[in-house]
């Protein structure tokens, strides 16, 4: 069993408005030394391959066709395998 | 009688609407066909209606574009008979490919359900024929991620091969170049946030959108 | 009778008496044990008798009292007692209604607590045969001035557009008052409307015994337990852990689960017993109460019930409040064609019980019997408490409001349409998809909503309205003023008051001073909707709002719907076109108790005495009625808070007019809010048939115009301003007090 950390944010050309609100928030909370958000989606997917490489062919695979949309998103993941219980 | 096809994904809230728009007032044939539909041959017009397939959870057309039916879309597309998607429909027409770029949330970060003035940016196309060139019409619109993005390669494209159909005259959701409409180069794709399905009797605040299902009607017509 | 070892057994209940911190007296317990089941309940046996016992479940405190409501007539096909009220409306169809308070969830959790309240009301609604078509919400927060109110605004208006825009139901109107008595108590009140044929009337009744109790839409998790107990005691600000009560809607799965009961009721329904929501008191007040009505009993295996945790024990499954769930009795032996249905819709679908003849309530878990109680004692055994009652002091010797000097009717109109209460809700309605299913006729902002019934000439119009500060002053009047502005916006629409719904928004029943309050605004209500024929078919009450020992002023939220017997008749607020002219129906008093330039004047707290002359108020309505009905009016619209002056301007805003013209009326007059008063505009050629029909009821103030202008003389002055500037000031206010 292998775990798969998989992160999703905007490409940095992409105009986030909802991580600007948050940025201008903090400014607000007077957290000034804030100088850049940015804010995207975080997945846990639990796979049943049976290797690492299998696993990440995979995630890479799920990542491409669903989990971004790659006009404005782009993603990285880790991959480690679950302690069996 | 012209046989138009509505797309119903889980989740979809304009296909009756859309039904009606073609039966009780474009007075022509429409069929609810659901996204496990496999052939859709039998049509002349494929319409993918406004709502929130699968809850738009992830993104915006994001799951609707894996649905059975989306193949036998993608088919009908390529065989250049006509496929209008609108709102909802423009986002998965945008995640399956037939269309380039991307809807984002608005730049506002909120839902935006207002009549719109737009301006009919190529009235050469076969949803568009029956508009004036450059004419100012108002339909409305009701969005939450209708912000229109593509990088500048892709809208010097979209100029240079008139796919811009409409656009919006005081730009509400930040998108590119005003954009609120695209076709594909092909002009047999379009794809628009505004609903004209909304704006075809007078009781609904106004008609200019039933001439976009009138200019589909007339280019039918002059193929038969 | 088996425990599971973790719970404490019968005895250990009595003795440790667990259920008062769940809303259950001692008195109540005793009578439970010694009078209805004979021993001691068990612990999920005791969990479900306090929530079932609670005020949100059953009415005890209230009951009393709202049995004054009057809820006959002629169309009335279904009243109280039901998912919703149904009212005839022709052709064999009808209109049901129903609204219904969110208001301590979305004080905890604005964003969820409003969405949950949005998707409860509407199950309410197709629960009974029909399709929703129209959704409205009334609200009230503090002021504005405060960070915590925007937070509550934003939060909850996004909320409520989340859900209400993916469900494509649309949002057409509803209110929004400001007032710091709702501070740290928002109310979130949300009316459905929905339309069916006669014939598909459905009611939750499980009928038949050896039927099938099937469980259908989201798991049941933990989400939520006792969240009709949580809305039936008092708030603490310090309470954090009543954070678990709230719930997190799924609007996409109550689509699926709308379009496939619908399909159900319209294709099977003679397979169909009956339905109910899941709602306050999930899944055993929807059992239990289905049980009742049909006067029989139900078994139940909760290890059917799909759960979304491991290890939930029989009271978290009884007592759970997940949302988007539904209960179902279907015919023996028919089960599969229902449960088809469902997989169709990719929802889960279980039989997890069936209807007995015993009238007993049972449920197991893991082969044991844990609750075997008699349904009546869950639901119709419930002991009424008629409380005390006690009139409020400052309510004895009210003297008449003192009039407020107005020295510059322009700055006071300007400063009245900028108060937020006043100010126009574009920032807030534009955020509602209210055109979805396209028969929105009039989108909100006019006094009444209007949705055309598609393949008719019909039409229905609907409006929310309370002005909590005259119920303040005088909650029998009040009473009487809430519905009647209602009747006002539906007649000023185009359409016949058919019937209401209510929200009953007050402070705690053990209060003898807000219990009488609730009386009173009852009886008021009662009367008004007596002579407008306008049954009250349903409706709801929200008790202990209070924050920290503090009420809200008591708010009776009334929800109409009109009937508009042909669309040609809709008739909107708006002047139309320059020269009209705009006569004022109905005559004009000194009247600024509880009035918006009252506490435009630092009176923050209403004082005076309210004047309300029922009479008065029909004749002006039939006046109405009867000018629309001869097509003599190109506009109708309620004076209300502001009075003429705010009406006036707000009737200029859309198609950019001016006014000039002339009154007997002074310049404080101009903000009186004497009620049972119109603005309408009537083109020049049918003046003479408006004034003939009108007689003294009606007087001429002037002309519109094309002109940037408004100029209205008065009898000690004169109101000079410019319409673009009232309409910025108008259109802006709300939006900036956002930020």
Not at chain 3, 142 to 159: F, I, M, Q, S, W
Not at chain 3, 407 to 414: D, G, I, N, R, Y
Request: proline fraction near 5%; charge should be negative; glycine fraction near 8%.
């Amino acid at each position: 069993m292998f775990l798969a950390q998989v992160h999703v944010t905007y490409k940095p050309s992409i105009l986030d408005p909802q991580a600007v609100a948050i940025k201008n928030a903090m400014h607000r909370l007077d957290f000034d030394q804030v100088t850049a958000v940015r804010q995207g989606k975080y997945f846990e997917i639990t796979v049943d391959a049976p290797t690492s490489d299998a696993a990440e062919t995979q995630i890479e695979a799920i990542c491409d066709q669903l989990l971004a949309n790659p006009n404005m998103e782009t993603y990285r993941y880790e991959v480690k395998e679950l302690a069996n219980q | 009688m012209m046989k138009f096809a509505v797309v119903s994904f889980p989740g979809s809230n304009c296909d009756e609407d859309l039904y009606y728009a073609i039966t009780d007032d474009l007075h022509e044939d429409a069929t609810i066909v659901p996204h496990t539909a496999t052939d859709l041959t039998e049509f002349d017009v494929i319409l993918i209606p406004g709502g929130f397939s699968y809850g738009d959870y992830l993104r915006g057309g994001a799951i609707a574009k894996f649905a059975p039916v989306m193949s036998a879309v993608k088919a009908f597309a390529q065989a250049g008979k006509p496929v209008l998607g609108i709102c909802n429909g423009f986002q998965i027409l945008t995640e399956a490919g037939l269309l380039p770029g991307t809807l984002q949330h608005n730049r506002q970060m909120q839902f935006i359900c207002e009549p719109e003035p737009l301006l009919v940016a190529n009235n050469q196309t076969m949803f568009t024929a029956a508009f004036q060139d450059q004419q100012q019409i108002t339909l409305p619109i009701a969005h939450g991620e209708g912000n229109y993005y593509c990088d500048a390669a892709t809208l010097a494209k979209l100029r240079d091969r008139h796919q811009i159909a409409f656009t919006y005259q005081h730009n509400p959701n930040g998108s590119v170049s005003d954009i609120a409409g695209i076709t594909n180069e092909a002009g047999n794709v379009l794809g628009m946030m505004p609903h004209p399905e909304r704006a075809v009797e007078a009781i609904q605040g106004g008609t200019d959108g039933l001439l976009v299902f009138k200019s589909l009607l007339q280019a039918h017509l002059r193929t038969v | 009778m088996q425990e599971l070892k973790t719970e404490p057994t019968p005895a250990e209940i009595r003795d440790q008496k667990p259920y008062e911190a769940w809303g259950l007296s001692q008195r109540e317990y005793e009578y439970i044990s010694q009078k209805l089941i004979g021993r001691l309940p068990n612990y999920t046996e005791t969990g479900l008798f306090a929530v079932m016992w609670s005020e949100h479940c059953s009415y005890k405190d209230s009951k009393p009292i709202l049995r004054k409501f009057w809820n006959d007539g002629s169309r009335v096909i279904q009243g109280p007692g039901e998912g919703a009220g149904v009212l005839d409306i022709g052709d064999d169809q009808a209109v049901v209604f129903k609204a219904e308070s969110h208001n301590h969830p979305s004080f905890v959790e604005p964003f969820e607590g409003a969405a949950t309240g949005v998707g409860g009301i509407i199950r309410d609604i197709f629960s009974m045969g029909a399709k929703p078509i129209a959704s409205l919400d009334s609200l009230r927060f503090g002021e504005l001035d405060k960070p915590k109110n925007r937070y509550l605004l934003t939060e909850c208006v996004a909320g409520i557009a989340a859900y209400g825009n993916c469900i494509g139901i649309p949002t057409v109107g509803g209110e929004i008052g400001f007032d710091a008595v709702y501070d740290g108590n928002p109310l979130v009140n949300v009316m459905c409307v929905g339309l069916m044929d006669q014939a598909d009337l459905k009611r939750g009744r499980a009928t038949g015994t050896g039927n099938s109790i099937i469980y259908v839409g989201a798991k049941t998790g933990r989400d939520g337990i006792h969240g009709a107990t949580f809305a039936s005691n008092e708030f603490s600000d310090e309470k954090a852990t009543d954070r678990s009560a709230v719930q997190v809607g799924d609007p996409f799965m109550e689509k699926l689960l709308t379009d496939a009961c619908l399909e159900i009721i319209h294709d099977h329904s003679e397979i169909l017993m009956g339905i109910q929501d899941m709602g306050a008191a999930g899944l055993v007040s929807s059992s239990a109460e289905m049980a009742s009505k049909a006067k029989s009993g139900v078994t139940m295996n909760l290890d059917l019930v799909p759960q979304r945790e491991p290890g939930m024990s029989a009271y978290e499954i009884m007592l759970s409040e997940s949302q988007e769930r539904m209960l179902l009795c279907v015919k023996k032996g028919e089960e599969q064609t229902v449960l088809d249905i469902f997989a169709r819709y990719d929802l889960d679908a279980v039989v997890v019980g069936h209807v007995t003849a015993d009238r007993q309530y049972r449920l197991y878990q893991h082969g044991k019997l844990v609750t075997d109680v008699p349904v009546t004692s869950l639901v119709d055994d419930v002991v009424e408490r008629e409380q005390p009652k006690k009139k409020p002091a400052r309510l004895e010797n009210v003297q008449p409001a003192q009039t407020p000097v107005v020295q510059q009717p322009a700055e006071t109109l300007k400063n009245l349409l900028a108060q937020p209460t006043i100010a126009s809700k574009q920032a807030v309605f534009k955020q509602y998809d209210s055109q979805v299913q396209a028969n929105t006729a009039v989108t909100p902002g006019s006094d009444a909503a209007v949705v055309r019934v598609r393949h008719t000439k019909k039409a229905l119009a609907m409006t929310t309205d309370c002005n909590a500060r005259y119920i303040y002053l005088d909650p029998y009047v009040g009473g009487q003023i809430a519905v009647s502005e209602a009747a006002r916006n539906i007649v000023a629409s185009g359409g016949i008051p058919i019937g209401i719904t209510d929200c009953l928004n007050f402070g705690s029943p053990s209060d003898p001073e807000s219990y009488w309050e609730l009386d009173q605004s009852v009886q008021g209500i009662a009367q008004a909707c007596e002579r407008f024929d306008t049954p009250v078919i349903s409706g709801n009450v929200s008790m202990y709002n209070e924050t920290d020992g503090r009420s809200i002023y008591p708010t009776p939220m009334i929800g109409m719907v009109g009937l508009i017997e042909d669309v040609a008749q809709i008739t909107t607020q708006s002047f139309k076109t320059a020269g009209e002219a705009v006569y004022l129906v109905g005559d004009t008093g000194n009247d600024f108790a509880g009035s918006e330039l009252q506490k435009l004047r630092g009176q923050m707290t209403p004082i005076g005495q309210l004047n309300f002359n029922l009479d008065a108020e029909a004749a002006n309505q039939r006046l109405v009625q009867q000018a629309i009905r001869q097509d003599l009016l190109q506009s109708a619209h309620d004076l209300s808070e502001g009075g003429l002056g705010v009406a006036l301007a707000e009737a200029l805003f859309e198609y950019q007019l001016g006014f000039t013209g002339q009154t007997e009326l002074t310049n404080s007059q101009l903000f009186s809010e004497t009620q049972s008063r119109f603005i309408v505009s009537v083109q020049p050629k049918d003046q003479t048939e408006f004034e003939a029909l009108a007689g003294k009821q009606a007087v001429l103030l002037g002309r519109t115009t094309d002109q940037d202008a408004v100029q209205l003389v008065t009898a000690d002055g004169q109101l000079t301003a410019r319409s673009s500037e009232l309409k910025a000031t108008f259109g802006g206010a709300l939006g900036c007090l956002m930020k």
